[in-house]
């Protein structure tokens, strides 16, 4: 079972906008009702609105992404927010941070190592030249 990370809440009072659509239309958001916590048309077309303003945000505008998570990580999440008052954005940041600080590392110690064993092939072939 998937847990949704970001659940989108109204905050404020909405108001209704009149939009005329094709019975194709209507059908395809009919089959989206039900699904990743729609309960009604209007669910679904603030979802699709929702992805059309992200996308097309500008650069320095804070994105929002939909991201899909197993019961378990979801639990994970509800623990760190209890113990550390970090909500699920936040965990994701640091996350991706640890992971590029652990990637970093990683391929430093290869060039590292790469430039060691560069070093010792060198230095074995210049003790070759001195023995004829």
């Known amino acids: 079972m998937c847990g949704k990370?970001?659940?989108?809440?109204?905050?404020s009072p909405s108001q209704m906008v009149s939009v005329r659509l094709?019975?194709?239309?209507?059908?395809?958001?009919e089959r989206r009702v039900g699904f990743d916590g729609m309960r009604n048309r209007s669910d679904v077309l603030r979802r699709g609105l929702h992805k059309l303003l992200d996308e097309?945000?500008?650069g320095n505008v804070g994105r929002r992404?939909?991201?899909r998570i197993s019961e378990g990580v979801s639990q994970q999440l509800k623990i760190l927010e209890?113990?550390?008052?970090?909500d699920a954005s936040s965990a994701?940041?640091?996350g991706i941070g640890l992971l590029l600080e652990q990637q970093t590392e990683k391929m430093?110690?290869?060039v590292t190592d790469a430039l060691s064993v560069l070093k010792d092939i060198e230095l074995r072939g210049s003790h070759e030249?001195?023995?004829e």
């Open 129 to 131: 030249d001195h023995t």
């Open 108 to 110: 430093d110690t290869r």
């Open 56 to 58: 097309t945000a500008a």
């Open 65 to 67: 992404q939909t991201v």
């Open 82 to 86: 209890q113990m550390l008052e970090i």
């Open 92 to 94: 994701m940041a640091l």
């Open 5 to 11: 990370v970001i659940v989108v809440q109204m905050v």
């Open 22 to 29: 094709t019975e194709e239309e209507i059908f395809e958001i």
